[in-house]
């Protein structure tokens, strides 16, 4: 049986190849993970044409287009809100720095893959969806360096058809406490309670295999 968070990492991974981007589009695609990573947000089209010096303002919008059709971010009225793995809104995940800054994460499995995407040490604190406590899983150098309750878990609900966009599939992959604080919610939620359960060891392993190549 397939893992389903392989079937989702592999759809994310396909994305960008199967986008067919430019060599610039893909500047673009990396200039708005990097601009996002340093500040949380997302560049302006101004910003972008700075950074990466495209030759207009059509070419990045169309660019942005593209990107947005092959699912690797999403607009708002023209204006970026999340591209994989961040979130400009807030989300249950987010994301600490070692000079102290933050970022939000679309997902448990996308918070975990910032610390290979971008090769530096993170704190990551989440919520989780039982009792809404905080959960702190700190990695450093490829691993978990600390976690905190020890029995950290990651859930990913099963959906009939994971389109897995930003709107659709992300919500589903979280942190819960342990075990128990899953069962409990799953009784509460039974409409979601036939997913997949991973260590945070798997699930740590899942984010380096989806987000390692990402920048490069
Ligand atoms: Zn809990």
Redesign the pocket.
């Known amino acids: 049986m397939t893992r389903l968070m392989d079937t989702i990492g592999k759809s994310v991974r396909e994305r960008c190849k199967n986008a067919n981007l430019t060599l610039m589009e893909d500047e673009i695609r990396k200039c708005i993970l990097r601009v996002f990573a340093k500040t949380g947000n997302p560049p302006t089209v101004k910003e972008i044409i700075e950074i990466v010096t495209a030759p207009s303002e059509d070419v990045v919008n169309q660019a942005i287009r593209k990107l947005r059709m092959a699912d690797i971010l999403t607009t708002q009225v023209g204006v970026i809100t999340s591209a994989y793995p961040f979130s400009a809104a807030k989300t249950r995940h987010r994301v600490f720095f070692a000079d102290g800054h933050s970022v939000h994460a679309l997902c448990a499995t996308d918070a975990l893959g910032m610390h290979f995407m971008l090769g530096e040490d993170i704190t990551i604190k989440s919520v989780?969806p039982?009792?809404e406590?905080e959960i702190t899983i700190v990695l450093k150098e490829g691993r978990i360096a600390s976690r905190d309750p020890e029995s950290v878990i990651e859930y990913v609900k099963a959906r009939e058809s994971c389109g897995c966009t930003a709107d659709t599939c992300c919500p589903n992959i979280n942190f819960?406490?342990g075990r128990g604080?899953l069962e409990q919610w799953k009784a509460g939620n039974p409409a979601d309670n036939s997913g997949e359960v991973y260590s945070l060891e798997e699930a740590l392993e899942d984010g380096r295999m989806i987000f390692a190549e990402f920048l490069k």
């Open positions: 989780c039982e009792c406590h819960f406490c604080h």
